[in-house]
């Protein structure tokens, strides 16, 4: 394995950044966290992300990689250091407005850094931080930590919940998104690709750079850097939307015909959420694959996208639940990963949904089998808006608070909801939710207030029966569902 130098580039853009004086308060460290009860070690404080420069270099063979990040923030108190996410790669160098800045790792995952001179309150700032990093190769029938993956001559980026920060330094929490702007370079022989619109395609010797922008904001976990033989298709969807897939090109035209159930997918949400939120929808399908929402660019598995594939596995309802987070997730963030089942618990409704129009099946004895055969298993991590993050233990705790409670439990939350206020008016706050938090991070008490403010009534009591209870109560309109006991 070769080893190189990444620069990553966290660039916190300043126009001044000066010396304490008098009439400021005096410079204090920016906290190690964001202050998020599931994961305390993510995020940062002290200022507040504007934009993201994430760059990445692959040489051939995509053992390793170098890169560049360049983050744009604002102080938001007089700062005598402040802090990113990095865990794993090594670090080469930093800067802070151009001038070289001192720094040290800790293993819990922060890269501390200390500017030349403090950065006072208000002040925009840049800070870059090169580093470097080996990939190994990733395995279908083994848990990889969150991150970039390597598998059979692909890179595909998969980071949730706490991944980018295994890749460059970062702000890694949904709360801290902002623009981001990907460039990506790999060997000439091979595609690549990254959230956003491409701006341009530069090749020098025996590689090509693809340059990136992603005008909404854009969360860390959600990036994509895909790297592979693999072709780009382009189609438009409503309202001129643009569609984009890259496909393997061995398997082009075994999978271009399902591609068309990503704009049937965004009809259909669009019917019952308004108007697609993102800048483009489209997939990354990859050998290795995974299915996440990684913004506008879904990752998805080649072997599930087949004909075949599509047809044995119910892949189109997949695909509406991962587009379903474009609004759900990408569009509005959760504030707290306590708050994920206002990402996973709307995907799962929504799918549900889809499901019973698409294959006739019917939604309320759906979600009746959910309701009585798993029940309060649901809630073995603590309840759906309240996980216990000590529930996770060993190589799962990466992947705190993901469970069923903010899946399942989250959609029989929504369920719930929907019998009490009817239909019309549980559209109405979908409606006003994604429109009223767009490009933005929100909480459950936010969706408890608006839900009670667009229904006209004190919805509180019932919604958090069932996101902070610790077992669920009966269902609305159901007097005959029986929960189904813990485990």
Known sequence: MLKRSVAVTVALASLTAGLTTPAH????????????????????GGYDVLDQRLDLRFPRGLASYTGTSTLTARATQTLSSFDLDLLGPTVTGVQVNGVRAAWKTTPQGELVVTPA????????????????NKLPEASVNDPFPPGLQRYKGWIQTASQPSGARRILAVADHPAQKAPATFSVT????????????????????ASTTRVFRETQKIAPELMQFGVGPFTVVHSTGPHGLPLRYA????????????LSSFDRSVRFLEQRLGRYPGSMAGSYVSA???????QGLTLMAADSMTKEGFENNGTEAVVLHEVAHEWFGNSVSPRDWSDLWLNEGHAVYYERVFAAQK??????????????????????????AEPDPKTWTGREADLRPYSSGAYQGGALALYALRQTVGPKTFEAIERAWVRKYANSAATTEDYIKLASTV???????????????TTFPAMPGHPDWKVGPKS
Not at 247 to 258: F, H
Not at 361 to 368: E, G, I, N, Q, W
Not at 457 to 462: E, N, T, W
């Open 186 to 205: 790999a060997p000439s022989e091979l595609n690549s690709i990254a959230n956003g619109k491409l701006l341009s395609v530069r090749k020098s010797g």
């Open 247 to 258: 496909v393997p090109t061995a398997q082009l035209a075994d999978i271009k015909p399902q």
């Open 117 to 132: 001179e403090p950065l006072r309150k208000q002040l925009r700032f840049t800070v870059r931080v090169d580093v470097r």
């Open 359 to 384: 294959w006739g099946t019917d939604l309320a004895k759906s979600l009746r089998g959910t309701y009585e055969e798993v029940g309060n298993d649901l809630l073995k991590n603590g309840p759906v």
């Open 455 to 469: 229904a006209g009534r004190d919805l509180g009591p019932l919604l958090r029966s069932w996101l902070y209870g």
């Open 25 to 44: 308060a005096a410079p204090t460290p920016g906290a190690a966290g964001i202050g998020d009860r599931v994961w305390p070690e993510l995020g940062n």
């Open 288 to 294: 290795l694959g995974g299915e996440l929402e990684t």
